[in-house]
């Protein structure tokens, strides 16, 4: 099935066998007729790990002989999806993997099946970050990958009565194949205690910082196998153990089951990710997460990869350290710490040094989710960073006045402290005055930034900012996830396309080929049926794999507007039941969504609640003969992405315009031929202007028109009196018809659409059906539909994250590729 053609194989069927098998037998310790499921696995997976380990090494040996400058990538989260097929691909094992495991009368899909995806993050970040080191191993860039090892991924989504359960996801509970543990390279990472001023051996004053208690951060590595290269990288993912040390200190006094609960309280540091991906809560346990894994990390790349002896003042000259949004920020005053305390580098020379070493990526709009810390928790924690923070305010509100002088609003509004509601720190501030370069993550994103967000910032200085958008590997999202259309692609241009995406373009022409645009028909019609077999073994849900694929899969967030959609399903139901719509004119469609909503955020939840009880009446309802059907599978993850995306031909993009910063879905979509629904927000902007009017489905207020309509007092009320449309699908939903005849079940949703309604959806309601009655036009002209489809992926090439890094390579990071020999 998965005929990945696109590298040579370092193994031939026999050797690859004869590995297997041993390490079935002399690792996991079963005989091939008794293993387990989980044991071929495990065992299959080693024998690919095999096949790397010898370039990583070799990648290792390379990077440290040259010096060169690296880029190491803080972040809180990596999203990674399935190791095993991405394994393949990138060594080019697949195809001999497959046939070795036929001749043992075994099945590589149904063993790769049994792997649980690494779920290390919450969604677009995560992926993000999952994407960019992929891309940074593939161009042969020295880099490294920090964060954290949880011991639980991202919730698994159940759902009970239409409402969203969460599940634990213990996803070590059978062990990884993938990483290498190193106790021996554990770091100790402090918290608490005070801060002492002393006079040096040599007279000087200097600060320290008197460490409460600490624990062992102990790095787990794991291979970052570049496609079509020697190259290697490492993610270095940290995991927290109580140290001796510490529990010696409490044992001695006697106390056992104390010295055993603070091994508990320790080890808790790297338990478990947050699963809220907005509105930050300050608990100090995520601002424990952060220090952790940032303080560990600095610690590891000054003793361990810089030499024995280096310089610091020239750190900056061999590595950056690139922030993917707030989270690793406390690395900013962690490295002054270093340089100031440690070092006994002079306060001005290591801020120097600091600003030069840091950048700052922004994946935000929304004001609720800017990180901040409050005073009283950052001093109680970590004392020392606090005091170097209120230097480095004091220092930069300094320079603030020297440049207006008199403006004291100014100054107040750019401080790093924020005084109301309470005094604590603000941390985008912090990252944008100790970093280099600051970047939005999409053209409109990066514009809102130096307009809105951090205006005063990009006044001050206005060559911090730029822009690099987002991209997406094409790796995963195209040569592993859509097998059918990029043998298509291949046979079409040849294989060059996996390494160099704009050369997608060469497929314009074929648009106009009517035997190649069946061909693609062919393969969307192969990957739907491909996504109802999954739907139906994986949550029971059966569905017509001859019909068009809406789909809309994020995070569940008002401003992200599934409402939107929902409203317009419940629209065509009210018409048909009016009498206004006949089904038979409806075109089938299943309308897919996939969302997790996090735990404490009531109204998400109760929007999921909604779309499942419309999804349970629709879905039935007798006047729609079947030709609406909504599916909403649980637990919504990049195993899953890589099935659904493939299969649709509808991508909701339809977030309100100003608010979603960039959006990658947007782009695997588009990538995989689905034409796309949305405002212009974010990269939908980009994709919009690349792929053409003809070819994607605009609609919305835009960005300034929502500041006009919201500064004019948006009164969502007067849509809903003023639209008998609108009107008819809210009602519809009050009167109870989706909660036998309840009509106070969805009053939580309803009253806020019609009070607030913070992201405009009843304002861009109309808007959005008239668009969708294009949609159903141009469906029914499948030729010209599979046109635009090809285009889609013809003009999309831009959006790899091969060129996201090219762009930070050459905008900020100037870093170059160090091959492997
Ligand atoms: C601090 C904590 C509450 C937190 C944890 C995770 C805050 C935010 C996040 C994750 C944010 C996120 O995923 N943002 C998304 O980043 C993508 C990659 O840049 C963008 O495409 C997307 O628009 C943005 O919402």
């Not at 300050?282 to 310089?311: H, M």
């Not at 911090?464 to 298509?488: I, Y």
């Not at 409806?586 to 996090?598: D, N, Q, S, Y």
């Given at each position: 099935?998965?005929?990945?053609?696109?590298?040579?194989?370092?193994?031939?069927?026999?050797?690859?066998?004869?590995?297997?098998?041993?390490?079935?037998?002399?690792?996991?310790?079963?005989?091939?007729?008794?293993?387990?499921?989980?044991?071929?696995?495990?065992?299959?997976?080693?024998?690919?790990?095999?096949?790397?380990?010898?370039?990583?090494?070799?990648?290792?040996?390379?990077?440290?002989?040259?010096?060169?400058?690296?880029?190491?990538?803080?972040?809180?989260?990596?999203?990674?999806?399935?190791?095993?097929?991405?394994?393949?691909?990138?060594?080019?094992?697949?195809?001999?993997?497959?046939?070795?495991?036929?001749?043992?009368?075994?099945?590589?899909?149904?063993?790769?099946?049994?792997?649980?995806?690494?779920?290390?993050?919450?969604?677009?970040?995560?992926?993000?970050?999952?994407?960019?080191?992929?891309?940074?191993?593939?161009?042969?860039?020295?880099?490294?990958?920090?964060?954290?090892?949880?011991?639980?991924?991202?919730?698994?989504?159940?759902?009970?009565?239409?409402?969203?359960?969460?599940?634990?996801?213990?996803?070590?509970?059978?062990?990884?194949?993938?990483?290498?543990?190193?106790?021996?390279?554990?770091?100790?990472?402090?918290?608490?205690?005070?801060?002492?001023?002393?006079?040096?051996?040599?007279?000087?004053?200097?600060?320290?910082?008197?460490?409460?208690?600490?624990?062992?951060?102990?790095?787990?590595?794991?291979?970052?196998?570049?496609?079509?290269?020697?190259?290697?990288?490492?993610?270095?993912?940290?995991?927290?153990?109580?140290?001796?040390?510490?529990?010696?200190?409490?044992?001695?006094?006697?106390?056992?089951?104390?010295?055993?609960?603070?091994?508990?309280?320790?080890?808790?540091?790297?338990?478990?990710?947050?699963?809220?991906?907005?509105?930050?809560?300050?608990?100090?346990?995520?601002?424990?997460?952060?220090?952790?894994?940032?303080?560990?990390?600095?610690?590891?790349?000054?003793?361990?990869?810089?030499?024995?002896?280096?310089?610091?003042?020239?750190?900056?000259?061999?590595?950056?350290?690139?922030?993917?949004?707030?989270?690793?920020?406390?690395?900013?005053?962690?490295?002054?710490?270093?340089?100031?305390?440690?070092?006994?580098?002079?306060?001005?020379?290591?801020?120097?040094?600091?600003?030069?070493?840091?950048?700052?990526?922004?994946?935000?709009?929304?004001?609720?989710?800017?990180?901040?810390?409050?005073?009283?928790?950052?001093?109680?924690?970590?004392?020392?960073?606090?005091?170097?923070?209120?230097?480095?305010?004091?220092?930069?509100?300094?320079?603030?006045?020297?440049?207006?002088?008199?403006?004291?609003?100014?100054?107040?509004?750019?401080?790093?402290?924020?005084?109301?509601?309470?005094?604590?720190?603000?941390?985008?501030?912090?990252?944008?005055?100790?970093?280099?370069?600051?970047?939005?993550?999409?053209?409109?994103?990066?514009?809102?930034?130096?307009?809105?967000?951090?205006?005063?910032?990009?006044?001050?200085?206005?060559?911090?900012?730029?822009?690099?958008?987002?991209?997406?590997?094409?790796?995963?999202?195209?040569?592993?996830?859509?097998?059918?259309?990029?043998?298509?692609?291949?046979?079409?241009?040849?294989?060059?396309?996996?390494?160099?995406?704009?050369?997608?373009?060469?497929?314009?022409?074929?648009?106009?080929?009517?035997?190649?645009?069946?061909?693609?028909?062919?393969?969307?019609?192969?990957?739907?049926?491909?996504?109802?077999?999954?739907?139906?073994?994986?949550?029971?849900?059966?569905?017509?794999?001859?019909?068009?694929?809406?789909?809309?899969?994020?995070?569940?967030?008002?401003?992200?507007?599934?409402?939107?959609?929902?409203?317009?399903?419940?629209?065509?139901?009210?018409?048909?039941?009016?009498?206004?719509?006949?089904?038979?004119?409806?075109?089938?469609?299943?309308?897919?969504?996939?969302?997790?909503?996090?735990?404490?955020?009531?109204?998400?939840?109760?929007?999921?609640?909604?779309?499942?009880?419309?999804?349970?009446?629709?879905?039935?309802?007798?006047e729609l003969q079947g030709r609406l059907q909504i599916a909403f599978p649980a637990n919504y993850n990049v195993t899953l992405a890589e099935k659904l995306i493939p299969a649709a031909d509808l991508s909701e993009q339809i977030s309100l315009a100003g608010k979603e910063a960039s959006g990658t879905g947007n782009m695997k979509f588009a990538l995989n031929g689905a034409l796309t629904i949305g405002t212009l927000d974010g990269a939908n902007v980009e994709i919009y202007d690349l792929v053409g009017d003809e070819h994607f489905f605009l609609f919305g207020l835009t960005e300034p028109q929502v500041a006009d309509v919201v500064d004019a007092g948006y009164k969502p009320g007067a849509y809903y009196e003023g639209n008998r449309s609108l009107k008819g699908a809210i009602d519809l939903i009050a009167s109870g018809a989706f909660s036998n005849g309840d009509r106070n079940a969805f009053e939580f949703v309803l009253s806020d659409l019609l009070g607030k309604d913070r992201f405009l959806v009843l304002a861009d309601y109309q808007a959005y059906v008239d668009a969708q009655d294009k949609v159903e036009v141009?469906?029914?002209?499948?030729?010209?539909?599979?046109?635009?489809?090809?285009?889609?992926?013809?003009?999309?090439?831009?959006?790899?994250?091969?060129?996201?890094?090219?762009?930070?390579?050459?905008?900020?990071?100037?870093?170059?590729?160090?091959?492997?020999?």
């Amino acid at each position: 099935e998965n005929t990945q053609r696109f590298s040579s194989s370092p193994a031939t069927v026999e050797s690859f066998t004869s590995e297997f098998v041993r390490q079935l037998r002399y690792e996991q310790g079963v005989d091939l007729g008794f293993a387990s499921s989980d044991d071929l696995y495990q065992a299959l997976a080693r024998t690919v790990r095999r096949y790397m380990i010898d370039n990583w090494l070799d990648t290792l040996s390379t990077q440290t002989a040259k010096g060169a400058k690296a880029v190491a990538y803080l972040s809180a989260e990596y999203l990674m999806g399935p190791q095993l097929p991405n394994a393949l691909l990138a060594t080019g094992l697949a195809e001999v993997a497959r046939d070795s495991l036929a001749a043992l009368g075994l099945d590589l899909d149904e063993i790769g099946a049994t792997e649980v995806e690494p779920g290390l993050g919450n969604g677009g970040l995560g992926r993000l970050a999952a994407c960019f080191i992929d891309s940074l191993a593939t161009m042969d860039i020295p880099a490294v990958g920090y964060g954290i090892r949880y011991e639980y991924g991202i919730f698994r989504q159940t759902f009970v009565d239409g409402r969203q359960a969460e599940q634990p996801d213990p996803w070590l509970s059978k062990g990884s194949p993938w990483e290498f543990a190193h106790p021996d390279m554990a770091v100790e990472v402090g918290f608490h205690g005070h801060t002492e001023r002393y006079t040096d051996a040599a007279g000087v004053e200097r600060t320290r910082w008197v460490r409460g208690d600490c624990v062992l951060a102990v790095p787990y590595n794991y291979m970052v196998p570049g496609y079509g290269t020697k190259n290697v990288n490492t993610l270095r993912l940290w995991s927290a153990k109580a140290t001796n040390a510490f529990d010696l200190q409490i044992f001695n006094a006697g106390d056992y089951e104390a010295a055993v609960r603070a091994q508990t309280v320790a080890e808790n540091i790297s338990k478990v990710i947050y699963p809220e991906d907005s509105t930050p809560q300050g608990k100090e346990l995520r601002l424990k997460q952060q220090y952790f894994f940032v303080a560990a990390s600095l610690a590891d790349f000054i003793n361990q990869t810089l030499p024995q002896g280096f310089d610091l003042t020239k750190i900056h000259e061999r590595v950056t350290f690139q922030l993917n949004d707030t989270h690793p920020v406390i690395a900013i005053p962690e490295l002054m710490r270093i340089l100031v305390d440690e070092r006994g580098i002079d306060w001005a020379t290591a801020w120097d040094v600091t600003r030069k070493t840091f950048n700052y990526t922004c994946h935000t709009l929304l004001p609720e989710a800017l990180e901040v810390w409050s005073v009283e928790l950052l001093g109680r924690l970590l004392p020392r960073h606090l005091e170097i923070i209120f230097q480095i305010n004091e220092e930069f509100l300094a320079e603030v006045r020297k440049a207006y002088p008199g403006d004291e609003l100014r100054a107040r509004r750019m401080s790093i402290i924020q005084e109301q509601p309470e005094r604590a720190v603000r941390m985008a501030f912090l990252a944008s005055i100790g970093s280099s370069k600051i970047n939005g993550v999409a053209e409109l994103h990066s514009q809102l930034l130096r307009d809105k967000v951090l205006n005063d910032f990009s006044e001050l200085w206005p060559s911090k900012f730029t822009n690099v958008t987002n991209g997406v590997t094409p790796r995963r999202f195209l040569a592993l996830s859509n097998p059918g259309l990029a043998n298509l692609i291949t046979e079409a241009i040849g294989e060059g396309w996996v390494k160099d995406l704009e050369r997608l373009r060469e497929l314009e022409p074929f648009a106009e080929d009517a035997s190649f645009r069946s061909e693609f028909r062919a393969v969307k019609a192969a990957n739907k049926e491909r996504f109802v077999e999954l739907i139906a073994q994986r949550d029971g849900i059966e569905l017509p794999a001859d019909a068009m694929y809406d789909v809309m899969v994020k995070r569940l967030h008002e401003y992200k507007r599934q409402m939107l959609k929902l409203l317009h399903v419940v629209t065509l139901y009210d018409r048909v039941l009016r009498g206004e719509l006949r089904a038979s004119d409806i075109t089938p469609r299943v309308v897919t969504f996939g969302a997790k909503a996090a735990p404490g955020y009531k109204m998400a939840k109760e929007i999921i609640a909604l779309i499942n009880a419309v999804a349970k009446v629709v879905n039935h309802a007798p006047e729609l003969q079947g030709r609406l059907q909504i599916a909403f599978p649980a637990n919504y993850n990049v195993t899953l992405a890589e099935k659904l995306i493939p299969a649709a031909d509808l991508s909701e993009q339809i977030s309100l315009a100003g608010k979603e910063a960039s959006g990658t879905g947007n782009m695997k979509f588009a990538l995989n031929g689905a034409l796309t629904i949305g405002t212009l927000d974010g990269a939908n902007v980009e994709i919009y202007d690349l792929v053409g009017d003809e070819h994607f489905f605009l609609f919305g207020l835009t960005e300034p028109q929502v500041a006009d309509v919201v500064d004019a007092g948006y009164k969502p009320g007067a849509y809903y009196e003023g639209n008998r449309s609108l009107k008819g699908a809210i009602d519809l939903i009050a009167s109870g018809a989706f909660s036998n005849g309840d009509r106070n079940a969805f009053e939580f949703v309803l009253s806020d659409l019609l009070g607030k309604d913070r992201f405009l959806v009843l304002a861009d309601y109309q808007a959005y059906v008239d668009a969708q009655d294009k949609v159903e036009v141009a469906y029914a002209d499948q030729e010209a539909w599979s046109r635009s489809a090809i285009l889609n992926v013809a003009r999309t090439g831009f959006f790899s994250s091969d060129r996201s890094i090219q762009d930070y390579l050459d905008r900020i990071w100037h870093a170059k590729p160090q091959p492997v020999r």
